[in-house]
């Protein structure tokens, strides 16, 4: 079973910076997307960026500009660069990874991100 760790979250001020990192139980280089989506009290869960393998990625519009997926695919981990986060980006931070287009979806639990105005 495949187990995705997320860290990096907390509390910080708006224009302030996050690096978020997901760490997977094997190699990133397994999955053939993996991405980041958030989930604010109340709200649905959205995308908010994702990266393929090649390097392929796709920002939500709300984050594009502000915000940098990689991937580490000699390793585990997947990251995400938040840059003049904003009070709206407050969410839990969830990561997932699918091994195929249409495969499985795994999950971690996610970390709290809170951008205080």
């Known amino acids: 079973q495949v187990q995705l760790v997320e860290s990096g979250g907390g509390l910080v001020q708006a224009g302030g910076s996050l690096r978020l990192s997901c760490a997977a139980s094997?190699?990133?280089?397994?999955?053939?997307?993996v991405g980041w989506y958030r989930q604010a009290p109340g709200k649905q869960r959205e995308l908010v960026a994702d990266?393929?393998?090649?390097?392929?990625?796709n920002y939500a519009d709300s984050v594009k500009g502000r915000f940098t997926i990689s991937r580490d695919d000699a390793g585990n981990r997947v990251y995400l660069q938040m840059n003049s986060l904003k009070p709206e980006d407050t969410a839990v931070y969830l990561c997932?990874?699918?091994?195929?287009?249409?495969?499985?979806?795994?999950w971690g639990q996610g970390t709290q991100v809170t951008v205080s105005s």
């Open positions: 997932k990874a699918k091994r195929g287009e249409w495969s499985y979806e795994y």
């Open positions: 094997e190699s990133m280089s397994s999955f053939f997307v």
């Open positions: 990266i393929s393998v090649g390097g392929v990625t």
